[in-house]
């Protein structure tokens, strides 16, 4: 049941990310990898400033902050 959930999750946190950012569309599967990268990213940059995500809502605010820091970082490298 976990991997279904963070697999929804990721879906979600990559089409919010992809939203935000107004860029193209990642497609389903790009979606999720991006929410699921966003997700491990976000646990990253939230550990560092001293936060914790709790719970189904905190998750998917952390996924979607760090898929939003990794769409920002690709667009700044690809120039």
């Known amino acids: ?9 990721g879906g979600l946190a990559g089409w919010i990310a992809g939203n935000l950012m107004k860029g193209r569309g990642f497609g389903v ?5 991006l929410g699921l990268v966003g997700g ?3 646990g990253i940059v939230f550990r560092l400033i001293g ?3 709790t ?5 998917l605010i952390m996924s979607t902050l760090g898929a939003v ?3 920002y970082l690709v667009r700044k ?3």
Do not use: D, R
Request: aromatic letters at 4%; a positive charge.
């Open 77 to 79: 490298i690809k120039g």
């Open 29 to 33: 599967l790009g979606n999720i990898l």
């Open 69 to 71: 820091l990794l769409i």
């Open 55 to 59: 719970g189904i809502i905190g998750s």
């Open 40 to 42: 491990f990213l976000g």
């Open 1 to 9: 049941m976990g991997l279904i959930l963070n697999l929804i999750i």
């Open 51 to 53: 936060l914790a995500a």
